[in-house]
């Protein structure tokens, strides 16, 4: 099983510019999360899905948009991107919300 | 407000010796507590987990310890080794089912 993977690995991007950060998993998982790691913190939580078609704001929602049309695959928006959003981004999934969740690998956003 | 703190940003230990990784929390919903583990360009890795019920677990070399009235939970990895080396999240389960991190707690084990 590959797990959860992220696509890109590493970006850059002008301020003003979209991108999307895209993360799928192949263990079936009903919930799936997208967390910021900024230096010297913990992951904040960006937002999450508990299913196909349910999305729900997390801690740090802003400037960001996500979408969940299958299981495998949530995909996170950044539309106006700022230096703000200079960051790790980590995709993970569980199989409920209390059980362990699998991280992928992250995407690392330089933001210019 | 439901936290969790570690306050140490780093911690360097001899190869061979004990390592003890601290977390701190607040108003915890559930008082079930997760430990990850993350290598550099990796995304995090589930270590252990303590819940409420007990006030250790134990994993091979790692053991998790959890005081209640202190509200204070640590990590113990004895012997450590080098590829210990990485940074360590405690987390807590809030109302809604989410995960919050600490700061995290970089190791190094020196050789």
């Known amino acids: 099983n590959a797990g959860v993977t992220q696509t890109p690995k590493f970006r850059i991007l002008k301020i003003g510019q979209s991108m999307t950060l895209q993360c799928t998993q192949d263990m079936n998982h009903n919930y799936m999360y997208w967390y910021r790691q900024d230096p010297g913190m913990g992951l904040k939580l960006i937002y999450y899905?508990?299913?196909?078609?349910?999305?729900d704001k997390g801690e740090v929602p802003n400037g960001y948009n996500v979408s969940r049309s299958t299981t495998e695959d949530f995909p996170l928006r950044l539309e106006l991107a700022a230096p703000s959003q200079t960051s790790v981004y980590f995709c993970?999934?569980?199989?409920?919300?209390?059980?362990?969740?699998?991280f992928g690998p992250g995407t690392r956003l330089l933001v210019l | 407000d439901q936290q969790v703190k570690q306050n140490s940003p780093s911690l360097s230990v001899q190869e061979g010796r004990i390592s003890i990784l601290n977390c701190d929390y607040t108003n915890s919903m559930f008082d079930y507590f997760l430990w990850y583990k993350k290598y550099p360009a990796e995304g995090p890795t589930f270590l252990i987990s303590i819940s409420s019920i007990k006030d250790k677990n134990e994993d091979g070399r790692f053991t998790v310890f959890l005081n209640k009235s202190a509200k204070h939970l640590s990590l113990h990895i004895v012997p450590s080794q080098p590829g210990d080396s990485a940074v360590y999240f405690c987390?807590?389960?809030?109302?809604?089912?989410?995960?919050?991190f600490g700061q995290g707690t970089e190791l190094s084990v020196k050789p």
């Open positions: 899905s508990v299913g196909a078609g349910i999305t």
């Open positions: 993970a999934s569980s199989e409920t919300g209390k059980e362990t969740q699998y």
């Open positions: 987390a807590d389960y809030n109302q809604g089912g989410k995960l919050i």
